[in-house]
Structures are given as C-alpha cells and as structure tokens.
C-alpha cells in the first residue's frame, strides 16, 4: 500500500508508493486517480514534464504558476536524488513563508505533492539526476513566477558543495518580500 506521510506544511505530502519485488525486480504503481483520492489527494493531472540535470549541484526554482493558470506537482526521480523544496506562498496562509523539504530517490522512490499556491525547487544530490513531475495546469508561461533559491528570509539550506548550476532566470528571481501578491 502506499503510504502518505504530511510534513510540517501538511498540504505538502510524502508519497511513497509500495514496491512488488522479486527476482526479475520491482513493480510499484505510481499514480491512480482513484487510489490517490482515497488518500485525500485530489488532482487531474494534464502534463507530465520530464527534467534532467547533468551535474550534482543543480538547483532549479524556486518556480510556480499563478491564477488562472496555476499548478500542483506530483514530483518523483527516476534516476539520481534530489533535495526538493515546497514554500507557501499563497496570500493569507497560516504559514505563508514557510517551507518544508524532503529527499527525494529514484532508489526508494519517493514522491513529492505540491499543492497549487507553493513555490516549487531541487538541487541535484547526485550527477545524471532525472525527474518526472505531473502537473494539474497546462503550462502558461504570462502567469509563471519564481522566488530566489537563496532568499535569506527563507534560509533553505540547499546541501549544495560549492555555488549552484543555476539558469540566467533563476539568477534573477526576487526575494519572497519583493514579490507583488500573487493569487492562486
């Protein structure tokens, strides 16, 4: 069975989903709209994007889409590790600037849900890291948004060794303070 562990944001979910292994391997399911929703996860995903970064270090976020466009996450690696980030950023929340964070392996499969209304990021753990995340929102580039990865209000302490592999966009993200509000 899989299990659903919430973290310090409840609304962010740990979702790790039972493995049937024996000599040829594994087989686990991944995503069931149906068994998914028994657990209190609700979303009709439309997109899956798959993302690789070559090299341990990479950091990718902080990112999000906003109304009317926006976007949950269901976040899982398919080869490497990751560190990844969810920070509510939804106007009004009780905890509105807060993040939480899990590892996340293609190993033990993990996966990450991240709730429409949150600022989504990963570094990289390992080199040849591979990503799979679906998505409840088309993507629409006029409503996307990001926050700065090393916003010193936040504090995240990304496992980096070194300064991250980061994008020209990435670089310029402002502050979570900075930011106009934003609506989900």
Known sequence: MTTITPLAIPDVLLITPKRHGDARGWFSETWSRKSFADLGVEADFVQDNQAFS???????GLHFQAAPHPQAKLVRV????????AVDI?????????????????????????????????CTLTDDCELL??????????TEGGVA???????????????????DKDQRLPRLKDMPAVAF
Do not use: C, M
């Not at 929102?137 to 006029?142: E, I, M, R, S």
């Open 133 to 142: 995340y679906k998505v409840d929102g088309l993507y629409a580039p006029q």
């Open 90 to 122: 939804r106007p009004g929340s009780d905890s509105f600037g807060r993040w939480v964070a899990a590892e996340l392996t293609a190993e033990r499969g993990e996966q990450l849900f991240v709730p429409r209304g949150f600022a989504h990021g990963y």
């Open 149 to 167: 990865w090393n916003d010193p209000d936040l504090a995240i302490p990304w496992p980096l060794v070194g300064d991250p592999v980061l994008s």
């Open 78 to 85: 398919l080869r490497g590790a990751i560190y990844d980030v």
């Open 54 to 60: 070559a090299r341990r270090g990479t950091l990718r």
